[in-house]
T-cell receptor, first 115, second 112 residues
Framework: EPEVTQTPSHQVTQMGQEVILRCVPISNHLYFYWYRQILGQKVEFLVSFYNNEISEKSEIFDDQFSVERPDGSNFTLKIRSTKLEDSAMYFC?????????????FGPGTRLTVL | GQQLNQSPQSMFIQEGEDVSMNCTSSSIFNTWLWYKQDPGEGPVLLIALYKAGELTSNGRLTAQFGITRKDSFLNISASIPSDVGIYFCAGQLRGRLEKLVFGKGTKLTVNP
């Protein structure tokens, strides 16, 4: 069964450094999302992306964040200058755009630790 | 922003028991979904509900979309050890492709 994949599984970085989290959505999906989950808390929406542009973003998704679909398969989340409070699990999700199903399927996540 | 109130926060049950958890909101949602998350993994969709009053089953799981569109419940019958995990409700206010708003989760522990 097709699935969303994410790399790396764990990223440790120093405060102020840039990180890029990578996702490969399911191949025929057209809608892409990033969510994050701080340890022990609920999953929070960051941004959605469709047709090569941002569809919606949350208050969390400030100027330090950006997303890109550099080619036909990858979808990336960049944090320009990481802060301690960016430490969290980051989940990528993708959804098809069909009449029958449009459920969001989640990847296994990248655990980001900012020191 | 929109919030989903999920309860209970945690449950400790014996294998074979039935489980019920629910989510409520002050806002009307057009879609309700239930996800399960295992440690170190991403949420996995269990059941999606698209119509008010809809009752849907997936094996031992049953979920309902409340008539008011402000609540949903999930039942698990005859629990087994692999049911252990965190169960999240999630809702979408309008369209099916928009962001998911998640509840805080119900942590389920099943004692063999």
């Amino acid at each position: 069964e097709p699935e969303v994949t994410q790399t790396p599984s764990h990223q440790v970085t120093q405060m102020g450094q840039e990180v890029i989290l990578r996702c490969v959505p399911i191949s025929n999906h057209l809608y892409f999302y990033w969510y994050r989950q701080i340890l022990g808390q609920k999953v929070e929406f960051l941004v959605s992306f469709y047709n090569n542009e941002i569809s919606e973003k949350s208050e969390i998704f400030d100027d330090q964040f950006s997303v890109e679909r550099p080619d036909g398969s990858n979808f990336t989340l960049k944090i320009r200058s990481t802060k301690l409070e960016d430490s969290a699990m980051y989940f990528c999700a993708s959804a098809p755009v069909t009449l029958n199903t449009d459920t969001q399927y989640f990847g296994p996540g990248t655990r980001l630790t900012v020191l | 922003g929109q919030q989903l109130n999920q309860s209970p926060q945690s449950m400790f049950i014996q294998e074979g028991e039935d489980v019920s958890m629910n989510c409520t909101s002050s806002s009307i949602f057009n879609t309700w979904l239930w996800y399960k998350q295992d440690p170190g993994e991403g949420p996995v969709l269990l059941i999606a509900l698209y119509k008010a009053g809809e009752l849907t089953s997936n094996g031992r799981l049953t979920a309902q979309f409340g008539i008011t569109r402000k609540d949903s419940f999930l039942n698990i019958s005859a629990s087994i050890p692999s049911d252990v995990g965190i169960y999240f409700c999630a809702g979408q206010l309008r369209g099916r492709l928009e962001k998911l708003v998640f509840g805080k989760g119900t942590k389920l522990t099943v004692n063999p």
